[in-house]
């Protein structure tokens, strides 16, 4: 079955960096692009990037682009998610989630998530 | 980005009641492109409605999804005690995608 597995959340200060992984089994890993979805404590969902099966094609936020960077290892079947300069804003519980929408396939698997805390 | 803005943001009813929930983009969602999640507590989505109006695979026939442009509707039509949750619509139209903020459907 689909399973995708976040990692490297934790406590950061603000300004600082964080490398999320998300490791994906039960799929051909390399024939699906992956999207990461954050959400702040008790808030909504949002949608933050997506980087394309083969990794050459990546969306972003506005709110990340610039400060986000996504890659992906086909090999070890992980995508990374490099956030930059955190702010506070940024605390949420990070999801990476394959997303298809398509009339011939549909199907939405998410990750448990991972808590990514900004703070002093 | 297409911001994606919903109404109301909490809807109080009772089991048996009907429910109708808005999402409105602010720009044309290109081929209705737009889907409906459902999320409860601690839990992650569950994907409801694709395509604008199309049900996933074993959603309740209560739950159907209509609308096309810019204006899209989430009907339940029977409220069942497990359909008290939030629900998300997100539309995967453009190449940056994005989901509203959410409507809660409380008792």
């Known amino acids: 079955q689909v399973q995708l597995v976040e990692s490297g959340g934790g406590v950061v200060q603000p300004g600082r960096s964080l490398r999320l992984s998300c490791t994906a089994s039960g799929f051909t890993f390399s024939n699906y692009a992956i999207h990461w979805v954050r959400q702040a404590p008790g808030k909504g969902l949002e949608w933050l990037a997506v980087i394309s099966y083969d990794g050459n094609n990546k969306e972003y936020a506005d709110s990340v682009k610039g400060r986000f960077t996504l890659s992906r290892d086909n090999v070890k079947n992980t995508v990374f998610l490099q956030m930059n300069s955190l702010r506070g804003d940024d605390t949420a519980v990070y999801f990476c989630a394959r997303l298809v929408y398509n009339w011939d396939e549909v199907g939405s698997h998410w990750g448990q998530g991972t808590l990514v805390t900004v703070s002093s | 980005e297409i911001v994606l803005t919903q109404s109301p943001g909490t809807l109080s009813l009772s089991p048996g009641e009907g429910a109708t929930l808005s999402c409105r983009a602010s720009?044309?969602?290109?081929?209705?492109?737009l889907v409906w999640y459902q999320q409860k507590p601690g839990q992650t989505p569950r994907l409801l409605i694709y395509g604008a109006s199309t049900r996933a695979t074993g959603i309740p026939d209560r739950f159907s999804g209509s609308g096309s442009g810019t204006d899209f509707t989430l009907n339940i039509s029977r409220l069942e005690p497990e359909d008290f949750a939030v629900y998300y619509c997100q539309q995967y139209g453009s190449s940056v995608w994005t989901f509203g903020q959410g409507t809660k459907v409380e008792v």
């Open positions: 720009q044309n969602v290109r081929s209705n492109y």
